[in-house]
């Protein structure tokens, strides 16, 4: 009887541990996972998500407003814009009844293929090509240039320059007037000297009928125009592609009035 009680007991107190072991390890088994769920959460962690720093910006070569010398080597990945040249002055007077004489100086030149010279009779807008300055070339950081204009009219004129890039691009001075001399007539032709065509302008006093020729240096008439004379100015154009290289003169005899003469050179 006592043995089967203490069995009895026994075998309650073996079932208790069994009961308590069970809770036990159930309960590791629920650390565990948590553990293991929490090491996967680290894994996840905001380094892992983090932007990518912006990639780094180069830095220009040159400071912004810093001027460029032929020779300066550009940093800049896309090039850089360097002014032509520097326009240091541009002048000019009239030397007599039949001459202009310009002047212009530059400085630190750069790619530059030259100077289109321009000129406008009585008024700032009907600008026409009467030269061109090829740009001086060497080591110097400043140079003069000098052009005679063969320019006898009576009113004002006005000259420019085209300054022009290798690249085509150009740029446009200021403009200058050049007074004249009150002649009763005047003749004047451009550009000078020529390779395809010839104009001729001319400024009379009153209106009347008048003939031009064209003669070369031998006196032989190549061409005779009758031409009618407005008051003011008159322009004409005479074609020259045709003729041989050498020394030409212009004519015009007017009705009334003294006969005009200019020369020009065919190329």
Not at 204 to 210: I, V
Not at 218 to 228: E, F, G
Request: hydrophobic share 40%; proline share 4%.
């Amino acid at each position: 009887m006592v043995t089967a009680r203490t069995f009895t007991l026994m075998s309650n107190m073996c079932k208790r541990m069994a009961i308590v072991f069970c809770a036990l390890s159930c309960a590791a088994v629920s650390v565990a996972q948590q553990a293991t769920q929490a090491r996967g959460i680290s894994r996840l962690s905001i380094a892992g998500l983090a932007l990518p720093q912006p990639a780094s910006v180069a830095r220009l070569g040159i400071a912004s407003n810093q001027t460029i010398a032929p020779n300066t080597v550009c940093g800049c990945v896309s090039g850089c814009s360097v002014l032509p040249i520097e326009l240091l002055n541009f002048e000019g007077r009239r030397l007599n009844e039949d001459q202009v004489r310009l002047n212009w100086e530059t400085v630190n030149e750069f790619q530059n293929k030259g100077f289109e010279v321009q000129r406008s009779l009585s008024n700032e807008r009907s600008f026409a090509p009467i030269a061109f300055v090829p740009s001086q070339t060497g080591v110097a950081t400043a140079y003069s240039y000098q052009l005679p204009d063969n320019n006898s009219y009576m009113g004002m004129s006005y000259y420019r320059l085209k300054q022009v890039d290798l690249d085509g691009r150009f740029t446009i001075s200021k403009t200058i007037a050049i007074k004249g001399y009150g002649k009763q007539s005047t003749l004047s032709i451009y550009p000078n000297p020529v390779t395809v065509q010839l104009q001729a302008e001319i400024f009379a006093s009153q209106k009347t009928k008048a003939t031009l020729l064209l003669s070369d240096a031998a006196q032989r008439t190549l061409l005779v125009k009758n031409i009618v004379l407005n008051k003011g100015l008159n322009q004409f154009t005479v074609p020259a592609a045709h003729l041989t290289a050498g020394l030409y003169l212009i004519r015009v005899i007017p009705e009334q009035g003294a006969a005009l003469v200019s020369k020009f050179i065919k190329l």
